[in-house]
T-cell receptor
Framework: NAGVTQTPKFQVLKTGQSMTLQCAQDMNHNSMYWYRQDPGMGLRLIYYSASEGTTDKGEVPNGYNVSRLNKREFSLRLESAAPSQTSVYFC????????????FGPGTRLTVT | DAKTTQPTSMDCAEGRAANLPCNHSTISGNEYVYWYRQIHSQGPQYIIHGLKNNETNEMASLIITEDRKSSTLILPHATLRDTAVYYCIVRPTTQGGSEKLVFGKGMKLTVNP
């Protein structure tokens, strides 16, 4: 099993450009999450999806949209990137929300200039 | 969610036991104690969790005080690969509970040869 995979690994955008971060899991998990981590900080939840067909806002949703394409895939879209969105983005999944363990992907390092 | 307090950093000699403390004096009765770690540039990794009994798995042991106001993660034989930031998190694990993991800044463990 690959676990949680994320693409791309690195990305540089100019202010105002858009892009979509992709995440997929092969563990048949119901719940998926998007976090961001800024230098020297802990992770903050952007959006999560408790199950296929549902999405909910986390702590810092402004400037982002998400799509739970199917049970395996959960994408994060930046419609108009801003320098404040420079961060490392982690996708995670769990059997269900409230489950003991979340499995994390390797992260996408995004720089917005 | 209850707040946790950890030392900023700790050193440990390779092969020795690493005892990582965490204070969670405001923990509620339905909140579990979780430990995750993040090795440099990787996604966080679940280690262990517990409610009130001591727990052990293949990675570590978790000792929770009787009043549940503090806990200690024990890595019995630390290796260089255990060098990471360790996060102590408390949250309820019930359906409909808080969906986010509040990571905080964690504690940097450095295992020295």
């Amino acid at each position: 099993n690959a676990g949680v995979t994320q693409t791309p690994k690195f990305q540089v955008l100019k202010t105002g450009q858009s892009m979509t971060l992709q995440c997929a899991q092969d563990m048949n998990h119901n719940s998926m999450y998007w976090y961001r981590q800024d230098p020297g900080m802990g992770l903050r939840l952007i959006y999560y999806s408790a199950s296929e067909g549902t999405t909910d806002k986390g702590e810092v949703p402004n400037g982002y949209n998400v799509s739970r394409l199917n049970k395996r895939e959960f994408s994060l879209r930046l419609e108009s990137a801003a320098p404040s969105q420079t961060s490392v983005y982690f996708c995670a999944s769990s059997v269900q929300t409230g489950a003991y363990e979340q499995y994390f992907g390797p992260g996408t390092r995004l720089t917005v200039t | 969610d209850a707040k946790t307090t950890q030392p900023t950093s700790m050193d440990c000699a390779e092969g020795r036991a690493a005892n990582l403390p965490c204070n969670h004096s405001t923990i509620s009765g339905n909140e579990y104690v979780y430990w995750y770690r993040q090795i440099h540039s990787q996604g966080p990794q679940y280690i262990i969790h517990g409610l009130k009994n001591n727990e052990t798995n293949e990675m570590a042991s978790l000792i929770i005080t009787e009043d549940r106001k503090s806990s200690t993660l024990i890595l019995p034989h630390a290796t260089l690969r255990d060098t990471a930031v360790y996060y102590c998190i408390v949250r309820p694990t019930t359906q409909g509970g808080s969906e986010k993991l509040v990571f905080g800044k964690g504690m940097k463990l450095t295992v020295n040869p």
